[in-house]
């Protein structure tokens, strides 16, 4: 039996095997990632960022439970590309598996970023099509952080969360900027904190500017989504809701699994399902095959060539543009 | 008179189209660059990491006007990779520029990610070189946010400080493990702040771990460095300081910029500072030959085939990595 047959079959110990292979970047990996990618293309894959301080973990947690509460297979993957050199985001695990552990429904497994961010997200990508492929019916992509990386990562994600929380100083507001444009859902958490209030203000101000169309009115924590009187609307916008947590209580949590449900029927519905699964298989495309021109190169290259040119540029006697166009030519 | 030699006689606008020039990735950027490339390798590149609410800018800012005060000209510019769609961080620029503005040895330049995170990269590393050649004596490159991303960006400089704030939330302490290793001086900002104490304790700990070797002693808020005993040390060892910040205030920067110097001689002294320039360098044209690797490939297959390829991945008849084996080969 094949290690994809097995994974398939619902072994958990290929399956955990497999993952191990895909972080080494192995050839055995790859053989069973073929295997199993016609297998793929059912789960629901849902990325949670936001900046450290905010509760993702408890968030993931809670979620994951609420959804096993409803019989759906979850599988969390929680990427940490902030720790590149120690490898391993050990406690993390330790952690969060208190709550989920002993349960086979549930497949938790923390990724550290070894080399390259573009190889952590190709990892990412590959480890969730694992646990499509393996038959979970939830995967969730949990990123540290807020930065263009972990966009990135967000991107391979069907429903995007970003959470927020009060109190984390005056640098988030920059962050919203850009990261309001691919959340799907957003989160206050630690909304028992003082300051929820202007932190879910200052995300729906935010928000009005990033989606200027329909208006959005608030009524007892309800979004009523009015679309701007205008020619005939084709299909219906999305808005994204804000929800309130206290994820450590688990305050809010079925609200969100709510949105989070309707994002998804929302995507079939409109076809964006399909858009953004090709879009994600595009993306992870063109980084396979970034990463492989760069081998080739480096193999054509001899290691003589390739350390000179780093000398003469140490000399300033070429510029980095220049070495470029000595080794692959002016054109394009 | 040419962009290059406008800038090299000092004109401040000469600089500034070459910087926004930079940023639209334009050839004559890139002729401009070639140009200066020769004058570049004599300004200290610092860079300035960490998370969101740590009080990074105001830091930069005092940092500068201490540079300022010793004669040295100083050039920022403040990476935002978490704004990669409106693009421009303005607000950052006007709050920093309030006790700069005026000053003809000080310019500063906001960069937001356009496109990819290596294309950020690749324009920092740029950026970084145009204020080298025009003759500022400092560089200091501020990055938003403490994710691999922003590791990258650090390894641009000679020498990296690493921001940390009392009260951040339970997540920073993961953050620390990694970013540890590429911290050349630590630093406690808003140290009028609760559990300052304990975020240094903390940083300190972290860091006897990721610095096994030699013993440090804190006396009176002075690091003393002392050698294990063992065999003949060759070259001395860096131990990064920790150093507490009011960077609102200006509490602490004085000694923080004694730091950053003593690093800069360490560095001259041990050889290190060649090696580092070296390995930017490399980084930078490692960079650009992926990005024209990759600009050639897409040239050279037809839409068409490439259109066919991203289908046939969406309806699971092939993997990614046999897409990829189907255009590029089996071997390496």
Redesign the interface.
């Known amino acids: 039996m094949t290690l994809a047959a097995s994974i398939l079959a619902g072994d958990r110990l290929a399956l955990a095997r497999l993952l191990t292979l895909i972080e080494n970047d192995s050839d055995a990996g790859?053989a069973a990632?073929?295997e199993l990618?016609?297998h793929?293309?059912r789960a629901h894959i849902i990325g949670v960022t936001g900046?450290?301080?905010?509760?993702?973990?408890s968030l993931v947690n809670r979620l994951a439970l609420h959804f096993r509460a409803g019989q759906k297979r979850v599988a969390i993957t929680a990427v940490?590309?902030?720790?590149?050199?120690?490898g391993g985001?050990v406690?993390?695990d330790r952690v969060r598996m208190r709550d989920l552990a002993g349960d086979p429904g549930v497949f938790i497994r923390s990724m550290a970023?070894r080399g390259s961010?573009?190889g952590?997200a190709r990892a990412t990508a590959a480890v969730a099509q694992v646990f499509d492929a393996a038959g979970f019916d939830v995967v969730l992509i949990e990123t540290?952080?807020?930065?263009?990386?972990?966009?990135?990562i967000a991107r391979l994600a069907h429903t995007t969360l970003v959470v927020e929380?009060p109190g984390?100083?005056?640098?988030?507001q920059?962050?919203k900027?850009?990261?309001l444009?691919i959340a799907d859902v957003l989160v206050v958490n630690k909304a028992d904190r003082p300051g929820a209030d202007q932190t879910e203000k200052a995300l729906r101000s935010a928000l009005e500017l990033a989606h200027p169309v329909p208006h959005v009115f608030r009524h007892h924590g309800v979004d009523l989504q009015v679309q701007a009187p205008g020619p005939a609307a084709p299909a219906p916008l999305w808005i994204p809701p804000i929800h309130r947590t206290v994820a450590t209580a688990g305050g809010g949590i079925a609200e969100l699994a709510d949105s989070i449900d309707r994002h998804a029927a929302h995507l079939r519905q409109g076809g964006d399902w399909?858009v953004r699964?090709?879009n994600r298989?595009?993306a992870?495309?063109?980084s396979?095959?970034?990463a492989?021109?760069?081998?080739?190169?480096r193999?054509r290259v001899p290691d003589s060539q390739y350390n000179e040119?780093?000398h003469n540029?140490?000399e300033?006697r070429?510029?980095?543009?220049?070495?470029?166009e000595q080794?692959?030519g002016r054109e394009?």
Not at 51 to 57: I, R, W
Not at 168 to 172: E, H, K, P, S, T
Not at 292 to 297: E, P, Y
């Open positions: 790859r990632l073929d990618f016609a793929t293309g900046a450290p301080g905010t509760g993702k973990s940490d590309p902030s720790s590149p050199f120690t985001a406690l993390g970023s961010l573009g952590l540290v952080g807020a930065g263009q990386a972990e966009v990135d929380a984390l100083g005056d640098d988030i920059a962050i900027a850009g990261i444009e399909a699964d090709r298989l595009e992870e495309f063109d396979l095959i970034q492989k021109l760069v081998r080739q190169f193999n040119i780093i540029l140490s300033r070429i510029s980095p543009w220049q070495a470029v080794l692959l394009e």
